[in-house]
């Protein structure tokens, strides 16, 4: 069974960066999008960034700007690239890969921003 597996979270100051990864355990065919959310405490899940199969991306409004995801399909990665952070960039993010057959998850790597 694949798994996802995150890494790059930590604490940083506001202002700083981060640059997040998520590498696949073994291959996964038919990617349709590559996607990072996050949660913060006491708040719903959220889609921060998301790459698509025909390399279009979206972003969620607040890092715009500010956050680049990126893909790399025969690795079966993505990363995040987080620039001046927020302290309201604070939360756990999670790592997703949407297949044809089905959606995977990571388990999450915390990112703790400070004022």
């Known amino acids: 069974q694949v798994t996802l597996v995150e890494s790059g979270g930590g604490l940083v100051q506001a202002g700083g960066s981060l640059r997040l990864s998520c590498a696949a355990s073994?291959?996964?065919?038919?990617?349709?999008?590559m996607a990072w959310y996050r949660q913060a405490p006491g708040k719903q899940r959220e889609l921060v960034a998301g790459i698509f199969s025909g390399g279009s991306t979206k972003y969620e409004d607040s890092v715009k700007g500010r956050f680049t995801i990126s893909r790399d399909d025969a690795k079966t990665t993505v990363s995040l690239e987080m620039n001046s952070l927020k302290p309201e960039d604070t939360a756990v993010y999670y790592c997703n890969v949407a297949s044809l057959y089905r959606n995977y998850w990571g388990e999450g790597t915390l990112v703790t921003v400070s004022s």
């Open positions: 073994g291959r996964i065919f038919n990617i349709r999008a």
